[in-house]
């Protein structure tokens, strides 16, 4: 499975972005992906993750109530709705899948990450 996240970029306290990943490989309609970040001098965390139908989706508490994940396994592609973002929001957004859990370590196959810069 090869993933690539894009779609970052500067965006203003409150406004919107969706990033998107795109895989490939035969196996990726069938696996979790996960959504992470990090910041300049932080550890990687964890932002959400979706099952491999979408039916179920699981939150940082962080992020609850403001972005949304969801797949097209029709056309490979995985989505972060990042609604009424903030400062804290800004990092470095990665997909991952191999894995179904908060852990980074869980997931064998990262994309490169896409910077999203939150602007007050």
């Known amino acids: 499975v090869q993933l690539q996240a894009y779609g970052g970029g500067l965006v203003q306290v409150g406004g919107s972005l969706r990033l998107s990943c795109a895989a490939s490989?035969?196996?990726?309609?069938?696996?979790?992906v996960g959504w992470f970040r990090q910041a300049p001098g932080k550890e990687r965390e964890f932002v959400g993750v979706?099952?491999?139908?979408?039916?179920?989706?699981e939150y940082a508490d962080s992020v609850k109530g403001r972005f949304t994940i969801s797949r097209d396994n029709a056309n490979n592609t995985i989505y972060l709705q990042m609604n009424s973002v903030k400062p804290e929001d800004t990092a470095v957004y990665y997909c991952?899948?191999?894995?179904?859990?908060?852990?980074?370590?869980?997931?064998?196959?990262w994309g490169q990450g896409t910077q999203v810069t939150v602007s007050s």
């Open positions: 991952a899948a191999g894995g179904t859990s908060i852990y980074s370590y869980h997931y064998t196959y």
């Open positions: 490989g035969r196996t990726f309609s069938r696996q979790s």
């Open positions: 979706i099952s491999w139908s979408g039916s179920t989706t």
